[in-house]
């Protein structure tokens, strides 16, 4: 149905950036809320950053004004800017989004990417 292909992720160390991107395909009518969280090892999933089909976004203390989260509609894509990368960053990044499908209900689901590994070396 949908499928979300995540790419970007690799080894930086402190003080570095990476660029992650995440595009969405498939059976897709439109795509509101768009978003990436992470999850460290021994850790639960977190919120990183989201962002809405009009351009609000959020961000998860940690990160502020360090991320930067994006997207194309056009192709069905978000991205995430990661600059000043710390080691406390490390983790699997996954996309997630709020797709409503083109079906005949409209209907509405979330899928996950199926994660990038961000390495962040001291």
């Known amino acids: 149905q949908v499928r979300l292909v995540e790419s970007g992720g690799g080894s930086v160390q402190a003080g570095g950036s990476l660029r992650l991107s995440c595009a969405a395909s498939?059976?897709?009518?439109?795509?509101?809320?768009m978003g990436w969280y992470r999850q460290a090892p021994g850790k639960q999933r977190e919120l990183v950053t989201t962002?809405?089909?009009?351009?609000?976004?959020n961000y998860a203390d940690p990160v502020k004004g360090r991320f930067t989260i994006s997207r194309d509609d056009a192709k069905n894509t978000v991205y995430l800017q990661m600059n000043s990368l710390r080691p406390e960053d490390t983790a699997v990044y996954y996309c997630?989004?709020?797709?409503?499908?083109?079906?005949?209900?409209?209907?509405?689901?979330?899928?996950w990417g199926q994660g990038t590994q961000v390495t962040v070396s001291s």
């Open positions: 997630n989004a709020e797709i409503e499908l083109d079906d005949p209900w409209r209907s509405r689901r979330s899928f």
């Open positions: 498939g059976n897709i009518y439109s795509i509101n809320v």
């Open positions: 962002i809405t089909s009009g351009g609000s976004t």
